[in-house]
């Protein structure tokens, strides 16, 4: 089994910046991918950023790229999520998630999730 934790989130407002960490225990050896999702009220969870194992390949979706930086450090069991520029759109719950290698944009694939951190922007 797989435990993952996140902590970071909280309130900042606009234009500033914000950065998530997500804690991984267990059998982390099985963790391959490991990505960031939010969901936002009455929305569908959806996929910020994921990066693979080697932290050498990496996914933005298009509403955070250029603003938002996933990393990772395995010897620590680390995942983190840096951001900037915040946008009052960017309010949600993340989730941090941990899947097999390619596990992608695809929720489904996902096999560990965190419970989650909220982060509030205001205006």
């Known amino acids: 089994q797989v435990q993952l934790v996140e902590s970071g989130g909280g309130l900042v407002q606009a234009g500033g910046s914000l950065r998530l960490s997500c804690a991984t225990s267990?059998?982390?050896?099985?963790?391959?991918?490991m990505a960031w999702f939010r969901q936002a009220p009455g929305k569908e969870r959806e996929i910020v950023a994921a990066?693979?194992?080697?932290?050498?390949?990496?996914y933005y979706a298009d509403s955070v790229k250029g603003r938002f930086t996933i990393s990772r450090d395995n010897a620590k069991n680390g995942l983190y999520l840096q951001m900037t520029s915040l946008k009052l759109d960017d309010m949600a719950v993340y989730y941090c998630a941990a899947g097999p290698p390619g596990a992608g944009r695809e929720r489904i694939r996902y096999d560990y999730w965190g419970q989650g951190t909220q982060v509030n922007v205001s205006s």
């Open positions: 990066i693979s194992r080697s932290g050498d390949s990496t």
């Open positions: 267990g059998r982390t050896s099985s963790i391959y991918t």
